[in-house]
């Protein structure tokens, strides 16, 4: 099955900061955000740029998330 892909990485000297990164495996295009202050917005931001690739957090789909 092909889909999109998305992994939220921590980043910077203390890991405060993240970013995420996009793969759609149909056409194997790869797309790399810039940096955020939080999670939340790296997603939201995420979400903004594929809307319709990446489940909403009423999905049910924790994704690669640990805790």
């Known amino acids: ?38 999670l939340s917005d790296a997603m939201r931001d995420a979400r903004e740029q594929f809307e319709d690739g990446i489940p909403g957090p009423d999905s049910g789909d924790d994704g690669p998330f640990a805790a």
């Open 1 to 38: 099955m092909d889909g999109m892909k998305v992994q939220f990485v921590p980043v910077g000297r203390s890991r405060r900061e993240w970013m995420w990164k996009a793969r759609d495996e149909s056409s194997n295009t790869i797309t790399i955000s810039g940096r955020f202050d939080s």
